[in-house]
């Protein structure tokens, strides 16, 4: 994630433009005083996370831009990059919390194996038969702004007025990334450089903070001068 930052509002000790108070000239230059910063946003960042190999089956991670759809129990659509899934005791696809990707996909349970290509097309080989037969197509989403997606946790994000309304289509179609099976997406934060940037702004802050107890040790020296 990223912030941006908005100052506060600014004291007046001389305004813009005012006049001067010897010659009745227009003071070229104001002297202003801040309050400080807010928070203005957090916006996500999408950059594409690093691929992890599973042993399941059933995990995917998209290359490129799309979301997972799955539907919540109140029957809402929510969206997701987590590709974790599993087989629900019915057979659908489900999240790890049981959200049921869409459009639903059932595999049979004489299924011995299932293959899903980079297009989203499951197949699955189910005994006595030498040709796979085709139990589903995945569809992908995604938004105009992504990042007015609104989180709510558990890798899920919901629809709203800011990220517009989702565009669907299959994996690999202009618009939309291919899914890897055996993969998943892990995030895209890099430990080791963000540490580093922690580590400069805590030295940062201590160098700052010597300063100003210097210049106060500084200011109590001349008080103190007879």
Known sequence: RRAEFQDLMYQNLRRVGSNSSDSGSVVPAGAQVGLGVKTAAIYRISEQGNLQQTSNSFDLAIRGNGYFQVTLPGGETAYTRDGTFSLSPQGEVVTSDGHVVQPGITIPTNATSVTINSAGQVQA?????????????????????????????DNLMLQTSASGNPVTGAPGAPGFGSVLQGFIETSNVNVVSEITNLITAQRAYEMNSKVITTSDQMLSTLTNLR
């Not at 030498?130 to 197509?137: D, E, R």
């Open 125 to 153: 080989t189910i005994g006595g038969q030498t040709a796979p037969s085709t139990v589903g197509q995945l569809q992908l989403a995604s938004f105009p702004n992504e990042a007015g997606l609104d989180a709510q946790g």
